[in-house]
Every structure is written in structure tokens, then in C-alpha cells.
């Protein structure tokens, strides 16, 4: 008994690491066994991989979890803009780089908000490398691109000082709080230490010009939904979504049409916001060890 305790203490165990690609230092946290499956958890904006805090050690006796930090983001480097272009063409380099060096050669994604077209990028780029897809709140399908995203649109259309500057109210801290709390029947749930380091790493200085350059680079992901699309139709990866029905950012919508490309997908939706994890982490852990039992 103590020896198959002491193996899940070991497998549960989060390391946080920190690995050298080109000029950037990127941080991720790491758990479960070398050689069990790999689960690649990727993280949406403002937030970094604090956010799978819980759901990793939940998951770490299953898959060997590797969470990256994007540039600019949570504890990976911050480089100036002048010399690093702040791009989701950029983000998946690096990630892509990551499985590299790590010798990940099959991987399953959690893919959540920003996460969605860095994975999907991925996808595309390496469709045989994927195992399968965990979607919370991340879009591939106009569908799922409704007001919120209105003022957004108006930047890319028109990329003025005055519609960038309309958009600034997004890195503040009134915003990120919201993020995290609209649609929440119980905000008692919601960690306030999670908004509060959000907000500490839009604090520094320049790095509100970094997520104001990500919304704007946002727009290039549009144009590739057909190449997600295409992939979900061609590949079948099996897919299972849990989608926070009361998110305001990437409101329910956006699941529905995952169907179309892919007739055997699970769907939960969850009654949580954009955050879900926050609110029903327990659920979607459940979840996904369910899932991934049926689809082994």
C-alpha cells in the first residue's frame, strides 16, 4: 500500500521548469510518468498555465502533462517587441520547438480561448502527432465569434490609434476580474489570487501593448477556421468539449458547429463562464479521464 502511494505522490508531483528556445526562456509545468501519454495543456489570454494549476495533478496519474507559459505571459520571458513579433504564428513556433526538445512525438491538447488557434496551428502543421482534443471555450467557427468581439473586429478592419486605443480597457483590472467572474452563479468559487496574477504580469510595463498586439494578430486565425475544419473532417481526432454556456467571449455558439466536422464529438456544456476550470474543474477532470478510458 505505501509503495503504490508513495508511486501516486510521485505521479501527481508538479515541476516547474524552465527550458532555452532561440532567445526566449520558456516556462512549463510538468507531471505524470515519462512514458505515459502526453497531454499538452495550452492556456488562453490574459492567463498563463496557473490556470491548470488543479486540473493537472488530477490528471498526472494518467498522461505525462506538459504546460507551457507563452512568451509574455505568466514566468516565460518577455522579450521587447521591437525584437519579438507578438503573434499566434510566433506562439506555435515556440510550442512547437517545446515538443520538440521534449521528444514528444504523440500528444493529446486542452486547447482554452488563445490556446484553440495555437493548437490548432499545431494540428495542422503535424496532424499525425495528435492523439486527441480537450476544447473548453475555444473557437474554430465564425459561429462563435459574436459581440465581444465587435470593437475587435473594428481594429482589424481598421487599425487606427484610436481602435487600438478602444481596446485598452481589456489589460485592466476591472476587465480581467470580469473575465473570470461573468456567468458565475457562485463567485465565492473564483480564486481571486488567479485575476490578481493576471493582472501583475499586464502590469509590467509594455506588456499591455503585447496583449493589445495578440487581439490584433488575432484576426490571421480567422482566415485559417477552413484549415481547422479541414483537419477535424479529414483526421476524425476524437474530441471531447466542455464549454462554459454563460462565457460572454466565446459564448456557446462557437461548440455547436464542431459537430458538423465531427459527428462522434462529446459535448458538456457547463453552467460556468469563461473560465470553467475555476468553477467545475472537478467535472471536467472527470470528464476527461472518462473520456480518454473510452477512447484509448
Known sequence: M??????????????????????????YREAGAKDAPVLLLLHGFPTSSNMFRNLIPRLAGKFRIIAPDYPGYGFSSMPDRKSFAYTFENMTNLVEELTKKLGLEKYAMYVMDYGAPIGYRL???HPEKVSGLIVQNGNAYEEGLREFWDPIKKYWGEATTENRAALDYLTQPDATKWQYENGVSDKTLVDPTTYTLDQLGMDRPGNADIQLDMLYDYRTNVPLYPQFQEFFRKYQPPMLITWGKKDFIFPPEGAVPYKRDLPKVETHILEAGHFALETHGEEIANHILEFFEKNA
Open 2 to 27: 505505501t509503495a503504490k502511494t508513495n508511486a501516486s505522490e510521485s505521479a501527481s508531483t508538479v515541476h516547474y521548469n524552465t527550458i532555452r528556445i532561440g532567445d526566449i526562456d520558456l516556462f
Open 123 to 125: 494540428a495542422i502543421r
